[in-house]
Nanobody, 126 residues
């Protein structure tokens, strides 16, 4: 059984930084696609970032490009989301997800992901 556990959320002032972690268990994830999504109150859950394959190909939503960085530590089976220059609009519950394998072109679509963490709250104050 695949399990994902997020951590690292919290309250931070605008302009600050947080690093989220997504610890995976149940199978090796060194080549799987791991995505980060977020859901603000009253809004749909949206794609934030993804890391894919053995080459760790990354991609980001336009709203976070240049501020967020996704990375992975295969030895720890953990994916990180470093978030810098945070804005109040970044306030949301952040989720990591995987389908356990490689997603080619549809990695921005949350419907492609089978396994989800419980989410971690990020609150950015102005």
């Amino acid at each position: 059984q695949v399990q994902l556990v997020e951590s690292g959320g919290g309250l931070v002032q605008a302009g600050g930084s947080l690093r989220l972690s997504c610890a995976a268990s149940g199978r090796p994830f060194s080549t799987a696609t791991i995505g980060w999504f977020r859901q603000a109150p009253g809004k749909e859950r949206n794609f934030v970032a993804a890391i894919r394959g053995s080459l760790a190909i990354t991609d980001y939503a336009d709203s976070v490009k240049g501020r967020f960085t996704i990375s992975r530590d295969n030895a720890k089976n953990t994916v990180y989301l470093q978030m810098n220059s945070l804005k109040p609009d970044d306030t949301a519950v952040y989720y990591c997800a995987t389908n356990g394998g490689y997603l080619g072109s549809r990695y921005r679509d949350q419907r492609e992901y089978d396994y989800w963490g419980q989410g971690t709250q990020v609150t950015v104050s102005s």
